[in-house]
Structures are given as structure tokens and as C-alpha cells.
């Protein structure tokens, strides 16, 4: 995709600070468009029980780890829980971090949404592109809790079933429909 872009003609600097490297009005008098683009750049953290458990990473720092040639190998691995990767969330840097996880050969490889496919930030291309390859998308799922055992590494994932509700923004809310939750 990169080279693509690149063969248009396209110029892409990196690794400058814009205000100090570079201003905005530099920019701006020297080109007739400027795309910035800074990726996400630091983690999202839930606030549930166990998200500091060994084998629970954010998908910003995998994906940085990956950039960085740090490769896990997953080649047959279904990893880190009970035979499984799973990524929380339906953003484009969800769908980057299990289609990686696919890409490393990790064997089953999830995502995991409190919301409808609909609802999901992330480009239909990317999600349409995810499912391509196999990965499994578990929705109407919110994440209660992460199990860990007596050493606090990762068993598995709780999650509470949702139900599409009001309509809100664009966007479905959801609501809980029971209690329990479900060990994914």
C-alpha cells in the first residue's frame, strides 16, 4: 500500500516535530496540502479487574513492538489464553493488531466488541479485510473482567452480553441484558 502511494508521487517526511522542527505556517506556504499523521500513540486502558496480568498487552504497544522488529513468533500458537488472541475493541487499530496476530501465525484469532459490526470505528475495508482472514468477530460482548491465575498470568476474559438500545450520536448505545458474565 505504502509503495502505491509512493509511486504517485506522494512525499513523506517523518520523524519531525511540528512547532519545533517545523511550523504549521511553513507548511502551509510551501505545500497545497499537508496530511499529519501521528497513529495512535499511547494505550487505552479499560479500567477492568486484571488488565496488568502477564499475557495482557495493548495493541498500540504490540503494534509498536512489531514496527520495531520485535516479532513474537506465533506460528501455531494460539496465544495468550485458553488457545486464543484475542483484541478488545473495533477501532483500525484493533482490526491492525489481530490481522498482525493472524500474519505472525497465531492459529485462532479473535475480536472481541460491545457494540454491532455497524457501530465499529474502524473502515469497512479493514474490518471486511479481517474477516478475510479468518478472524472470528465476537459481538455485543463487553469486557467485565480479565481471570488470572495464582501467578497473575492471563486465563481468559469475562465479558457481559449487550443489547443494541437508543440510537445515540449515530452510534447504537447498548445496555446489559443480564448479569452474569460469560468466560470467552
Same mark, same amino acid.
Given at each position: ?10 512525499? %513523506? ?18 505545500? *497545497? +496540502? ?17 488488565? @496488568?496480568?502477564?499475557?495482557?498487552? @495493548?495493541? %498500540? ?7 520495531? #522488529?520485535? #516479532? /513474537? ?14 483484541? =478488545?475493541?473495533?477501532? #483500525? ?16 484469532? @479473535? ?12 473502515? /469497512? ?6 474477516? +478475510? ?8 460482548? +463487553? ?21 443494541? @438500545? ?5 452510534? +447504537?448505545? %447498548? ?5 452474569? *458474565? =460469560?468466560?470467552?
Amino acid at each position: 500500500d505504502i509503495d502505491a502511494i509512493l509511486e504517485t508521487g506522494v512525499k %513523506v517526511e517523518y520523524g519531525k516535530r511540528i512547532g519545533t522542527d517545523i511550523t504549521i505556517q511553513e507548511l502551509r506556504k510551501e505545500y *497545497d +496540502a499537508v496530511l499529519i499523521t501521528i497513529g495512535a500513540s499511547t494505550d487505552k486502558k479499560l479500567g477492568i479487574e486484571g488488565e @496488568s496480568a502477564e499475557g495482557v498487552v @495493548s495493541a %498500540v504497544r504490540f503494534l509498536r513492538d512489531v514496527g520495531k #522488529n520485535l #516479532n /513474537p513468533d506465533l506460528t501455531g500458537q494460539v496465544i495468550p489464553c485458553d488457545e486464543r488472541w484475542l483484541t =478488545i475493541g473495533g477501532g #483500525n487499530v484493533s482490526m491492525d493488531a489481530v490481522r498482525t496476530a493472524r500474519r505472525l501465525g497465531a492459529k485462532k484469532v @479473535s475480536i472481541l466488541y460491545r457494540r454491532r459490526v455497524a457501530d465499529m470505528t474502524a473502515l /469497512p475495508g479493514e474490518i471486511e479485510g479481517a474477516v +478475510a482472514e479468518g478472524i472470528e468477530v465476537k459481538t455485543l460482548m +463487553a469486557p467485565a473482567r480479565i481471570d488470572v491465575d495464582e501467578n497473575n498470568h492471563l486465563r481468559g476474559v469475562y465479558v457481559t452480553p449487550q443489547m443494541i @438500545s437508543k440510537i445515540k450520536g449515530g452510534r +447504537a448505545s %447498548v445496555r446489559v441484558t443480564v448479569e452474569p *458474565d =460469560i468466560f470467552v
